[in-house]
């Protein structure tokens, strides 16, 4: 059981590429997030969806998309990279998007991105 | 509008001491809290979680966290460090039942000293 499988690991942008970022979980899980985490910042909502086909906002959405067409998988694109969008970015999923006591979001280990 | 204030963004801690880490919330409505650690160049791991049970909750790795509603605080603490606790830990809230509503605090990075 792999859990959460983010790739790359680590990439290296310049700025105006664009770049997928790709999440896999192998749990069956409806509801999957990306987060971006800077210093002094914690983690923030990228964007989320609760199940294949569904996809929203979360609180920094500009100059990423994303989509859902399988449940397995969640990718995150770039689309022309810019240097505020260095940061590490981690992808999470959970059985529901119910934060109830019994249901637990998994995180994978995360890509270290870098805009040039 | 929730928050989250983690007080302390570096605490040190000798191996076998008590070890207590700060968080104070905001929330207008009865909460969800978390508490998530984060070991270097990992992801985050839920630590434990309230849900309006028990307002003293026991995770995983021997630590704990006590809700008090009056001081609006969910301080987390385990009584005897370890070399392994070293990393860094995530206060949480949630005034919707939702991970898409989930707040989180700046982190503090715990170092246990030998």
């Known amino acids: 059981n792999a859990g959460v499988t983010q790739t790359p690991k680590f990439q290296v942008l310049k700025t105006g590429q664009s770049m997928t970022l790709q999440c896999a979980q192998d749990?069956?899980?409806?509801?999957m997030s990306w987060y971006r985490q800077d210093p002094g910042m914690g983690l923030r909502l990228i964007h989320y969806s609760v199940g294949a086909g569904i996809t929203d906002q979360g609180e920094v959405p500009n100059g990423y998309n994303v989509s859902r067409s399988t449940t397995e998988d969640f990718p995150l694109r770039l689309l022309s990279a810019a240097p505020s969008q260095t940061s590490v970015y981690f992808c999470?999923?959970?059985?529901?998007?119910?934060?109830?006591?019994?249901?637990?979001?998994?995180f994978g280990a995360g890509t270290r991105l870098s805009v040039l | 509008a929730q928050s989250v204030t983690q007080l302390g963004s570096h605490v040190s801690v000798s191996e076998g001491a008590l070890v207590l880490l700060r968080c104070n919330y905001s929330s207008s409505v009865p909460p969800y809290l978390f508490w998530y650690v984060q070991y270097p160049n990992q992801g985050l791991q839920l630590l434990l979680k309230y849900t309006s049970a028990a307002t003293l909750v026991k995770g995983i790795n021997g630590f704990e966290a006590e809700f008090k509603k009056s001081e609006t605080s969910f301080h987390l603490t385990k009584p005897s460090a370890h070399m392994s606790d070293a990393a860094e830990y995530f206060c949480?809230?949630?005034?919707?039942?939702?991970?898409?509503?989930?707040?989180f605090g700046t982190g503090t990075k715990l170092q246990v000293i030998p």
């Open positions: 949480a809230v949630s005034e919707s039942e939702g991970y898409q509503k989930v707040t």
């Open positions: 749990m069956n899980h409806e509801y």
């Open positions: 999470a999923s959970s059985r529901t998007a119910g934060a109830g006591r019994k249901n637990i979001q998994y």
